[in-house]
């Protein structure tokens, strides 16, 4: 969903160990910037929301709600723009693999095909919404194949490598207002819940992607909720949004491959799934659930609660998993005034959480005092190194900043870049890197005021850490796993969370029993 710190110094940085000593760039004495120099950026040109970014080689493909800027970044203090490809989708969140370019979209079009536009009605009966296939291996000329349909459109997309020769598309959605055949005002097909409550699955052969199809829907719900519902006007204070009251969907997914887990950022809580060798989530049995639902000194700053459940990625080890809720608040950081009908609340934290157990481990919110505007969490991922655990984050005005929990009951902020900012996203990914004691951050901004975003951005990360390049980087699928041996615990992870004052849910069933005894990878 779009919304629109204690100042550290970096001689701090310096005496931990985690940086090196700033180059003149650095902005000395700027107290927005430390340890992170911007390099480029580039605007989509007309005006568009900027939504995510993935990777492949040398490319980057940076979705906006008006299509996809290309770039080589080969070099990336200096990328070079290929194509800015208009093909009109909001939110246009992208993954690739190879030539084939998936592009998420959730507002009802008047087609599947770019040059489509809004229909007049989100619930247009001839409308489209879903996922498109492009082929991108001009990008000069990109050229449409497909666009696979999808109850409640897109809203993120999750690729799962199934084969060499085929993967798998996990496609988040929910009802944010009645759609063709979603929600609950027109009524949906026969078999279609109007709350939604499942996923989405698609099948891509990558030689002939042409005939990719939907081939499961598993149902999504909330264990050990009390009404098993999301509601937002009456939980968070919400009126007038565009949110459905009680939907159940998610509304993005991480994988780690070779774990064959998904950490499921669903509405109302955060859970945690096995993936079974068919390649499809095993939703119905959840290894474990956790929500925080009470903020219990209010307003206070110290505890927080969680309004609703956005994103989530892996420490390279799977070890640690980092769950993000973006708050329906104000502020830095933010506020909700009434969440779950107990009054105020700080949300818009971000979540560090045990893989096995679901146990949480601590939770961590925007830090620097005296930023104005909207300093929710969004989306970010870690860096791939042995040295630490380093965590890269947007959060929206509060800007761009890295994050280390390598002791993860004690998360640090170490870097941070907040100039003028609006920030939907922001990664790590070396295709080609900086070169000794940096690395690339990539990045777009552009969502609150989106004609004053810079786009497609990069950064250099001032670092004594060793990271190691990747082929290709969709940042919710985690492959080549750090470390060796891990394995899930089947008595723990099957285990839900007891419910207490901290707002955790939890309830064993004997088909989470069940699923217990084939967790190990």
């Known amino acids: 969903m779009q919304r629109g710190l204690v100042r550290c110094l970096l001689a701090v940085f310096v005496a931990l160990g985690v940086f090196a000593a700033p180059a003149a760039a650095d902005h000395d004495g700027d107290p927005d910037v430390a340890g992170i120099t911007k390099l480029f950026n580039q605007a989509n040109g007309s005006g568009a929301i900027n939504s995510d970014i993935a990777f492949w080689g040398d490319r980057a493909y940076q979705g906006h709600y008006d299509g996809v800027q290309i770039f080589d970044v080969s070099d990336p203090a200096a990328p070079a723009l290929l194509n800015n490809f208009q093909c009109h989708g909001p939110q246009n969140d992208p993954v690739v693999w190879g030539n084939l370019l998936f592009l998420a979209v959730d507002r009802t079009q008047t087609g599947p095909e770019c040059g489509s536009t809004n229909t007049v009605a989100h619930d247009d009966p001839n409308g489209w919404e879903g996922v498109r296939i492009l082929d991108v291996s001009d990008p000069a000329n990109p050229e449409f ?20 020769g085929q993967v798998l598309l996990y496609v988040s959605s929910y009802p944010l207002r009645p759609g063709p055949t979603c929600g609950p005002v027109t009524g949906p097909p026969a078999g279609n819940s109007p709350l939604h409550e499942k996923i989405s699955v698609i099948k891509v052969p990558v030689l002939n992607p042409g005939a990719a199809k939907v081939i499961a829907q598993p149902k999504i719900s909330y264990p050990g909720d009390p009404d098993n519902k999301f509601l937002p006007v009456t939980d968070h204070g919400l009126a007038g949004e565009g949110l459905v ?9 991480g994988v780690f491959v070779e774990l064959r887990l998904a950490a499921a950022a669903c509405a109302e809580q955060a859970q945690l799934w096995r993936i079974k060798r068919n390649g499809l989530p095993d939703t119905e049995h959840p ?15 110290g505890d927080v609660v969680v309004d609703f459940w956005h994103s989530a990625t892996f420490s390279w080890d799977g070890k640690v998993v980092n769950f993000i809720d973006e708050s329906f608040g104000t502020g830095c950081p933010t506020v909700t005034p009434n969440v779950y009908g107990r009054g105020p609340g700080d949300t818009g934290a971000m979540f560090f959480l045990s893989t096995k157990s679901g146990k949480k481990l601590s939770h961590f919110t925007y830090p620097r005092a005296g930023e104005t505007g909207y300093c929710s969490a969004h989306l970010g991922n870690v860096v791939r190194t042995k040295d630490r655990d ?46 000794e004691g940096q690395f690339p951050v990539y ?17 250099s990360v001032l670092s004594d850490v060793t990271t190691t390049a990747l082929p290709y980087l969709n940042p919710q699928t985690q492959e080549q796993a750090l470390g060796h041996g891990f394995k899930v615990k089947a008595a723990k992870a099957a285990r839900y969370r007891s419910a207490s004052a901290t707002g955790t849910t939890a309830r064993r069933s004997a088909a989470s029993r069940a699923a217990a005894r084939h967790l190990a990878p």
């Open 245 to 253: 009251d009680g939907l159940t969907a998610c509304h993005d997914i």
């Open 390 to 435: 380093l965590l890269v984050n947007a959060w929206y005005n509060g800007g761009v900043d890295v994050i280390d929990f390598t002791d993860p009951f004690h998360p640090a902020e170490t870097a941070y870049w907040d100039e003028t900012s609006d920030n939907w996203s922001a990664y790590w990914y070396e295709g080609a890197g900086l070169g």
């Open 443 to 459: 990045a777009t901004d552009g969502v609150e005021d989106p004609p004053t975003g810079e786009g497609f951005q990069v950064f």
């Open 145 to 164: 194949i497909k666009g696979v349909y999808t109850d409640c459109g897109a809203h993120t997309v999750t690729l799962y490598p199934k084969s060499r």
């Open 287 to 301: 290894l474990w659930v956790y929500d925080d639902n009470v903020d219990t000194d209010g307003a206070g700053g």
